[in-house]
């Protein structure tokens, strides 16, 4: 099983992981195990379960800056009016750091240490193709651009579209080029995306020509013409009321599932949500005795989203994709088609001028309760979207994290309100305004079934890199493409026996820092322990084409236990993936203490080194 590399390229490696030899951990380390969370108070994983609640706070002062420097004796937290204790503290501020000193790899080799310290805040770019009108995509999308031509550095960026599904565009990354690409790339479904549920202005103001045609038909004014006027705005408005309907079903699902990927990452995490329309305010309105009237069907949905949200520790900031909206009625795109009576032109400009007004009211509504109440904020009546973004991803990662154990620790499923406050200054704070507590009966439903791999939650396709283990990966194609069905004999790699080709095969070879690694020691002073590994490759989509798990076990005497501190812990993987595939991800787990590490490489940067490498020197 263990295929060690050569000395040579080891030692050449080894200068790769000074951190870890040293017995330090890796500045960027942020993935905690629960059980190390609760034994060091370093919190960053919100528990819905009213065991630890995390709370993170945006702080600004009358200029709209954060402000800095708070110390903790500052904040008062209470829970539906009951003033908790905070248990842990912490200011975040989003500050630059200088390049680590790692050397740079040679071809063929992909290290998960970072050459800068990150940002512990994630941005993520949500460009809705569902909810907003195709002119305004595209214009979202060059202010995108825009705004990569000169980011800030070492801020984590991943790009998600949301048309017929929610599509992973882009994984977590601070490199501009490769999210300037994702962007461009139409193939991936980043492009422009016309939304069948989303009438145009040019239909609603066809739709109400059509009515106000009818109903003027009988210049006396006649009850029959009145009668099928009325019926045709009848019919229009049913079938306007079903498509919100789907497309509010559509974009819970697309939370929930943004909120499942995004829950397994530590820390706070910012979504810019970029759309022209907000069908749902998704998140419950406490000003009201019925906190989801008028959501009906989609109570229990929204319900479930929000507490989901709340665990992933998502702020959510809505920007208006149509910057400063002009009234349909001065849209070239949506003037009335056909000739109208003078008293008849007049009504429609005033019932459209009145609709874009309640619709536009309505809207940013939406927009200010959804910011309000994740700890956001909403962004609208505003051109400059690539500023918006910057100040999503500036003030988003410059916030404090308070913790705290309710004093009502009952699993009963209910909704908690949380109230914040800064005592001695006016200053305006954004957090999450509450949760749902555990419902114990549900949850003991749900652990009855689940079966959860742990290192499968790391192994998502875009993840941010683990690094609480550091990693150095050398991945080298080991065969040419390969025919499809391939005989017994020469059964594909991996784990998912029904691939089909032509097929590359892949070699992961995996060094392993060993210094931190827990091996339990017996009385005769051997050591044991196992690691978890796991190789996946998935295509653009983010979708598993083939992958292989295997565990290491790590049985050795003292002599070959100080050996491994030296040299590390290497071992191979062997997968073979179709022609679409577009990446490998790594992971490795150590099961003592639930340290991860992992790392995605594009297979483009395989392909590089090989054209490289192939070159005649």
């Known amino acids: 099983m263990l295929n060690p590399i050569s000395r040579m390229s080891f030692a050449l490696l080894l200068c790769c992981l000074p951190a870890a030899l040293s017995g330090q951990a890796p500045e ?7 059980s190390q969370a609760a034994d060091s108070g370093a919190l960053t994983v919100f528990k819905a379960n009213a065991q630890t609640v995390v709370v993170n706070v945006v702080v600004t002062g009358k200029d709209g800056k954060p402000v800095h420097g708070l110390d903790k004796d500052r904040f008062v937290v209470e829970e539906d009016a009951k003033k908790q204790a905070i248990t842990s503290f912490e200011e975040h501020t989003g500050a630059t750091a200088e390049p680590e000193n790692v050397p740079r790899l040679p071809p063929f080799f992909f290290t998960n240490l970072p ?11 949500l460009l809705d193709s569902l909810n907003t009108q195709i002119q305004d995509q595209a214009t979202v999308r060059e202010e995108m651009k825009r705004y990569l031509q000169n980011p800030v550095p070492n801020r984590r960026i991943a790009i998600f579209t949301l048309g017929s599904r929610l599509r992973l565009i882009q994984g977590f990354t601070d490199d501009p080029k ?9 193939k991936n479904g980043s492009g422009p995306e ?27 004014g006649g009850a029959t013409a009145a009668a099928s006027a009325a019926a045709l705005q009848q019919f229009f408005s049913e079938q306007v009321t079903s498509q919100t309907g789907l497309r509010i079903a559509m974009t819970i699902d697309a939370f929930q599932q943004l909120a499942r990927y995004l829950g397994g990452i530590p820390g706070r995490k910012n979504v810019a949500w970029f759309s022209s329309s907000f069908p749902l305010t998704i998140f419950p309105d406490q000003g009201l005795q019925n906190s989801f009237a008028g959501l009906n069907d989609f109570q229990e949905k929204v319900r479930k989203t929000d507490a989901m949200l709340a665990a992933a520790q998502v702020a959510i900031y809505p920007i208006a994709a149509e910057g400063n909206a002009t009234d349909s009625l001065y849209d070239v795109e949506s003037q009335a088609q056909a000739s109208l009576t003078a ?4 009504q429609q400009q005033t019932g459209s001028l009145k609709s874009d007004s309640q619709q536009r009211v309505g809207n940013h509504t939406s927009m200010e309760v959804i910011a309000d109440d994740t700890g ?3 962004t609208y009546n505003s051109n400059g979207l690539a500023e918006a973004l910057a100040n999503v991803a500036q003030s988003g990662s410059e916030y404090y994290s308070l913790s705290y154990t309710p004093i009502n620790s009952a699993e009963d499923g209910q909704y908690r309100h949380v109230e914040v406050k800064v005592t001695g200054g006016k200053v305006k704070l954004a957090y999450r305004r509450g949760y749902y507590a555990a419902d114990a009966k549900v949850e003991k439903a749900e652990s009855a079934h689940a079966n959860v791999d742990p290192l499968a939650i790391f192994m998502r396709p875009g993840f941010p890199d683990a690094t609480e283990v550091p990693l150095v990966l050398r991945v080298r194609p080991e065969t040419a493409p390969a025919t499809s069905p391939r005989t017994e004999s020469t059964k594909p790699a991996g784990d998912k026996h029904d691939i089909h080709g032509p097929l590359t095969r892949y070699a992961v070879d995996v060094i392993v820092a060993a210094r931190g690694l827990q091996l339990a020691e017996s009385p005769d002073h051997t050591r044991h322990g196992k690691i978890m590994a796991a190789l996946v490759a998935y295509d653009d989509d983010g979708h598993p084409l083939n992958w292989v798990e295997l565990e290491v076990p790590l049985d050795m ?4 236990f100080a050996s491994i501190q030296e040299t590390g812990i290497n071992f191979r993987l062997e997968l073979d993936v179709p022609k679409d595939a577009a990446s490998l991800r790594t992971g490795v787990l150590e099961t003592t203490t639930g340290r991860t590490g992992t790392l995605e490489v594009p297979l483009s940067e395989v392909a590089s080194a090989v054209k490289t490498a192939s070159q005649p020197k």
């Open 28 to 34: 960027q380390a942020q993935t905690t195990a629960p």
């Open 115 to 125: 050459r800068v310290k990150l940002d512990d805040a994630l941005t993520v770019l």
């Open 178 to 186: 490769v999210l300037a690409a994702a962007l461009s790339t139409l």
């Open 194 to 220: 016309h939304s069948d549920l989303l009438p145009t202005r040019a239909d609603t103001t066809l739709t109400q020509t059509a009515v106000n045609q009818i109903a003027s038909s009988d210049p006396n």
């Open 343 to 346: 008293q008849t032109a007049q």
């Open 376 to 378: 956001g904020k909403a």
């Open 557 to 560: 005497d003292a002599k070959r």
